[in-house]
């Protein structure tokens, strides 16, 4: 074997080590490297009453209410499986409406969802007004953009 | 590759080749920003705020070519010990660098109008961050050393320890919930992106590919330079 052939056979092996150890090392992290839980996970999960948690999902078409003086939000987030009740004060993103994705920071209190952060998730679609008016119209739509 | 990595021929190369890549570099960034900024169109959900795109995603896609560009030339060197690789390597890593601050930085200001806020710590925000760092470690390791040769071992050791993260960052959105969103272009399906913003979009992607060549050659051409003057140096 050649001084060469050893290298290169030493930095394909340490490569391939680090590969494995990186892959062993993230699926050890699992759940830690989640930004956020769908309410389906959230029905597997127990989670402290007290424990800060992200959660994350579409909007509900029509469940949005606002209160009177436009300062509580209440709105529920599905997977298309289950559904979570939330509630937030503040202002939210220009992003948010109904159908859309989000992601909500808080805890969860008796089975809903106190909200102290929401933040807006926009998909990987990109187009122009006119040629999203256009699918609708002629019903190939996908649908709202997705979790 | 054994015949380009004779110092001399490639500084011949370099000088004829450098000036039309530099050249067809701001041809394709000025056609790619006017294209993205005035004649694309507004999109759908997210409106003007789109055209942030142009730059975020070819500088995201940059910071991963290039640390792999920086990756295969420490290999290179630490395999066949050929100088000009960790030259290559060298001038690459801060273009590499600051292709990635470019990416971060342009993330944020997309991030607070689209998604409410400038950063979160989600899987490929996180991992960019990483991959700045290890561009920033990279050159103080193999700088940090009078003599620049000794650097060099180290730091492409450090380079190909480091490559573990390109997968991590591209798959990120994949493996884990994010916030960013998937892919648009590298899906089993069509890309998910209108013709009339693709085509600024590999505008700009091409433009700063060419971008990185023309410096890459003459930050080459500099250190190569350097280390003639040096060598000479110690003869005296």
Known sequence: MTPKRRRLSIVVIGLVMLGTSAALV???FGDNLVFFFS????????VAPEQRIRIGGLVEQ?????????????????????VIPVTFKGILPDLFREGQGIVAEGRLVKGSFIASEVLAKHDETYMPKEVADALKKSGKWKGAAQP | MH???NPAR????????QPWIAGLAVLCIAAGLYYGLVISPADYQQGETVRIMYV??????????????????????LIWKHPLADIAARAAAPIGAAF????????ALWGQPMWGTWWVWDARLTSVLILFFLYLGYMALVNAFDEPEHGARAGAILALVGVIN??????????????????????????????????PLLLMAAGFKLYFLAVLVIRMRTLLTARRIRALHMVE
Do not use: C
């Open chain 1, 39 to 46: 309410p389906t996970d959230l029905q597997a999960k127990t």
């Open chain 2, 100 to 107: 990635t601050a470019m990416a971060l930085i342009t993330g």
């Open chain 2, 166 to 199: 390109v997968p991590i960052i591209k798959f990120s959105v994949d493996w884990w919930n994010t916030l960013h969103q998937p892919a648009s272009l590298t899906r089993l399906d069509a890309s998910a992106i209108d013709p009339a913003m693709l085509v």
């Open chain 1, 62 to 82: 029509g469940s949005l209410e606002k209160s009177k003086d436009g300062l509580v939000a209440n709105f529920r987030v599905t997977d298309l499986q289950n």
């Open chain 2, 56 to 77: 975020h995603v070819p500088a995201a896609w940059m910071s991963l070519f290039i640390y792999t560009i920086l990756a295969l030339a420490s290999g290179v060197f």
């Open chain 1, 26 to 28: 993230l699926t050890a």
């Open chain 2, 3 to 5: 015949w380009f990595a």
């Open chain 2, 10 to 17: 490639f500084m011949r190369i370099a000088e004829t080749v």
